[in-house]
Nanobody, 122 residues
């Protein structure tokens, strides 16, 4: 059974940085792409970034390009999301997600973590 556990969220001032982590278990981590999503209060969950199984290919939502960096450490079964130059509108619950199959690019994610809250103060 695939399990995803996010960490690293918190309260941070605008302009600051955070690094979110997602620890995965239950299958061979290095065989699958991974993704990050977020859901702001009163809004639908939206895609943020994705990374292929090797860590070579990535893609981002236009709204976060240049400020967010997704990476992974297959030896640690962990995917990261580095968030720089935080803005108030980045306030959201951030979710780690994984597809059921080893395909790229990912069109659907079947496994989700519980989320970690990021709050940006003005």
């Amino acid at each position: 059974q695939v399990q995803l556990v996010e960490s690293g969220g918190g309260l941070v001032q605008a302009g600051g940085s955070l690094r979110l982590s997602c620890a995965a278990s239950g299958r061979t981590f290095s065989r699958y792409a991974m993704g990050w999503f977020r859901q702001a209060p009163g809004k639908e969950r939206e895609f943020v970034a994705a990374i292929d199984r090797s860590g070579v290919s990535t893609y981002y939502a236009d709204s976060v390009k240049g400020r967010f960096t997704i990476s992974r450490d297959n030896a640690k079964n962990t995917v990261y999301l580095q968030i720089d130059s935080l803005k108030h509108e980045d306030t959201a619950v951030y979710y780690c997600a994984a597809p059921s199959g080893n395909y790229w690019p990912v069109k659907r994610y079947e496994y989700w973590g519980q989320g970690t809250q990021v709050t940006v103060s003005s």
